[in-house]
Nanobody, 123 residues
């Protein structure tokens, strides 16, 4: 079971990035996925969660209206579209997963974690 996040980089304030999380070893039909981030000197925080076929999504207040999670079951990938980025969004972003159904940002509920991808928002 592996998760691999990608798509990070340097972007100017107000810009956009799209993160991808590729899953292997399990089907997205069977798991829930969360996006988390950890800024320098800060604790890791939940950003977004996505689960189910429809799917259902959840966002932290700090990113609501700016970030959108989606998934492509055929490609076994999850995406996080990030718009209107600010320097406060600078962090290492992680995707995480666990089997079953859960829509939340309690990181203790997530079993599998990918390596992070760095997002830097700076002019």
């Amino acid at each position: 079971v592996q998760l691999q996040a990608s798509g990070g980089g340097l972007v100017q304030p107000g810009g956009s990035l799209r993160l991808s999380c590729a899953a292997s070893g399990f089907s997205l039909d069977d798991v829930y996925i969360g996006w988390f981030r950890q800024a320098p000197g800060k604790e890791r925080e939940g950003v977004s969660a996505i689960v189910g076929f429809k799917p259902s999504t959840l966002y932290a207040d700090s990113v609501k209206g700016r970030f959108t999670a989606s998934k492509d079951n055929a490609k076994n990938k999850v995406f996080l579209q990030m718009n209107s980025l600010t320097p406060n969004d600078t962090a290492v972003y992680y995707c995480a997963a666990a089997k079953g159904w859960y829509l939340g940002l309690d990181e203790n509920r997530y079993v599998y974690w990918g390596q992070g991808t760095l997002v830097t928002v700076s002019s």
